[in-house]
């Protein structure tokens, strides 16, 4: 498999991953992935035909606690750490339509 | 008599807090104990070493926090690591990087630089670490102490600020076996609020502790053995077989081939997760916001992220979010699951030749501080660390030993490794090794 990324999917991947990111970490990002995929690509190695993914070591169901009434967090508790409040509400940027 | 402020000249701390006058009767009765900075409490602020987190208050404890100081703990503040615990040297935390009070151009390893180094310079008796990769037991090993990262399961997540869920761990340090323990009895045992926590009660952990195993079987694998390591490391981890082997130990050779495959299945699995799991910093609820006019929410998001967070967390999530992306997931993630599962049958055919697995915990030990500047360089401190994650057992790093290097004596580590739920007996395998052995008393020259 291809180890090394172009720019432009490094582009993509900061796009995806939700990072503004300049010019001179796209270039540093395409160099670190790249040598860090060449070492990942010793997993074309392992023959893992037919053998089932693991995704947690413990390998629980699901687990169901009681429908009753706990006792959450206060209003005030979870605002507490926001960067921005207005009155009860968190306070972002105009999300749907025209200017902000 | 000097403060702890002014004993920590490693920066090992990132809030030391008061002392109260009262504390709780029990089991932990008086203990001072150190906190990771990625564990959440009540008290001061949680930060996990990033500047995403710089202001942040828990508005409640985790559950180990309650726990141990129901049990009389007392908790003396909140230590540096590596930005949300990803990195093997805690030089990549937003409030300077740790020293390692053996030598201090040297590093303490990491995430849980700031908890090891708190315990071997004897700032408190012991503390509270994460491990997923081996961020308990490298430091541990390269702070001459006693890093213990108990199975997957048996201590709850509660509280844990989340990097790779299905590997992180709260673990502990400490001089001594028996404080790691007592500690752990303490903490574990099911919590309703971790649905990943084994629905057992707590294991006895120090009943037997000081009771020798009879025919007690080592293995050793050869993948663990060899050039990789520096000479003293190899000398140390072959003495601290004889020692076993003086116990009356069998020691038996098992087979461990992925071992070489770990780190890169670790570094598809963990990324992954972090990917997902650091996409709830957003700059809305919690955490950095960027002062920037943006235009909508997505740039919003995307210039608080890069403000908040440093390169390595950067890298990481966009390593996590590349293998899980669509063309790739197969590839890598998937790929990087089975293997895994392959990697668990490889100990548990092991567990049955062997109750312990021996080796040592790193191949060498302190590196100088900026020494490992490539990514993949750092990455591969975790080599014998790793697998114990991704399997979900159960490890303890012990002091076995010393390489002097340029007139300065850097702690060597030795790796433990049990079956799951085997902690009972992985620590007394560690027990039996303190008790014939003084490395644990060896103290860096700042205590003297």
Redesign the interface.
């Known amino acids: 498999m291809e180890t090394s990324l172009t720019t432009k999917e490094v582009q993509h991947v900061a796009k995806l991953s939700r990072l503004a990111l300049t010019n001179v970490e796209i270039e540093q990002a395409k160099e670190d992935l790249s040598t860090i995929f060449e070492h990942i690509a010793r997993l074309n190695d392992v023959d893992t035909e037919g053998v089932d993914p693991l995704d947690h070591p413990t390998e629980l169901l699901n687990r169901y606690r009681d429908d009753s009434i706990g006792k959450p967090l206060s209003q005030e508790q979870v605002l507490s750490n926001a960067p921005a409040v207005k009155d009860v509400f968190f306070d972002v940027p105009k999300v749907l339509g025209g200017d902000a | 008599m000097t403060t702890m402020q002014e004993n920590d000249v490693f920066n090992a701390f990132h809030e030391i807090w008061d002392v109260p006058e009262q504390t709780k009767t029990g089991p932990l009765e008086g203990m001072t104990v150190a906190v990771k900075d990625n564990i959440v409490t009540k008290t001061g602020t949680t930060t996990c070493g990033s500047k995403m987190l710089k202001?942040?208050?828990s508005?409640?404890n985790a559950t180990v926090i309650d726990r141990i100081q129901d049990a009389g703990a007392i908790l003396v503040g909140k230590t540096n690591c590596d930005e949300f615990a990803m990195g093997s040297s805690t030089e990549h935390c937003a409030w300077g990087p740790v020293l390692n009070p053996w030598d201090t151009t040297r590093v303490p390893g990491g995430s849980s630089g700031g908890s090891a180094v708190a315990v071997a310079a004897r700032l408190c008796d012991a503390a509270l670490g994460s491990d997923t990769g081996g961020s308990i037991r490298q430091p541990a090993a390269l702070c001459g102490i006693v890093g213990y990262k108990p199975t997957?399961?048996l201590v709850s997540r509660y509280g844990l600020v989340a990097f790779a869920s299905?590997l992180d761990q709260i673990g502990t340090f400490s001089v001594n076996v028996e404080d790691s323990a007592h500690l752990v009895e303490t903490m574990a045992g099911f919590d309703?609020l971790d649905?990943?926590c084994?629905?057992e009660p707590a294991p006895e952990l120090t009943k037997h502790l000081h009771k020798s195993i009879d025919n007690l079987r080592i293995g050793v694998p050869s993948q663990y053995m060899g050039n990789q390591n520096t000479n003293d490391v190899e000398a140390a981890i072959n003495a601290a077989i004889e020692t076993y082997r003086a116990l009356g130990a069998t020691i038996v050779e098992i087979d461990l081939p992925?071992t070489?495959?770990g780190?890169?299945?670790y570094?598809?699995l963990a990324p992954a997760e972090c990917?997902s799991n650091l996409?709830r910093y957003?700059?809305?609820?919690?955490?950095?916001?960027t002062d920037k006019?943006?235009?909508?929410?997505?740039?919003?998001?995307?210039?608080s992220?890069?403000e908040g967070?440093g390169?390595e967390v950067?890298?990481r999530?966009?390593?996590g979010?590349?293998v899980l992306?669509s063309g790739y997931y197969d590839?890598?993630y998937?790929?990087?699951?089975?293997?895994?599962?392959?990697i668990?049958r490889e100990y548990e055919t092991a567990f049955k030749k062997c109750d312990v697995i021996l080796g040592p915990t790193t191949p060498s030990p302190a590196f100088s501080i900026g020494e490992k500047n490539?990514?993949?360089s750092m990455?591969l401190c975790d080599v014998y660390t790793a697998n114990t994650n991704?399997?979900?057992i159960c490890g303890i790093s012990l002091p076995c030993g010393f390489s002097e290097v340029d007139g300065k004596l850097l702690p060597i580590g030795l790796h433990l490794q049990g079956a799951?739920y085997d902690d009972a007996n992985l620590l007394r395998a560690a027990q039996m090794f303190q008790n014939s052995t003084e490395f644990h008393t060896v103290t860096p020259e700042c205590v003297k």
């Not at chain 2, 957003?282 to 916001?289: S, V, W």
């Open positions: 202001e942040y208050k508005p409640f997957y399961g299905s309703e649905s990943t084994r629905d992925l070489d495959v780190i890169s299945t570094y598809v990917s996409a957003d700059g809305i609820r919690y955490g950095h916001r006019q943006c235009k909508d929410l997505f740039e919003l998001y995307s210039e992220r890069a967070f390169s950067k890298r999530i966009m390593l979010t590349y992306s590839a890598y998937n790929n990087a699951l089975k293997t895994r599962r392959l668990c490539d990514p993949l990455y991704i399997a979900g799951w």
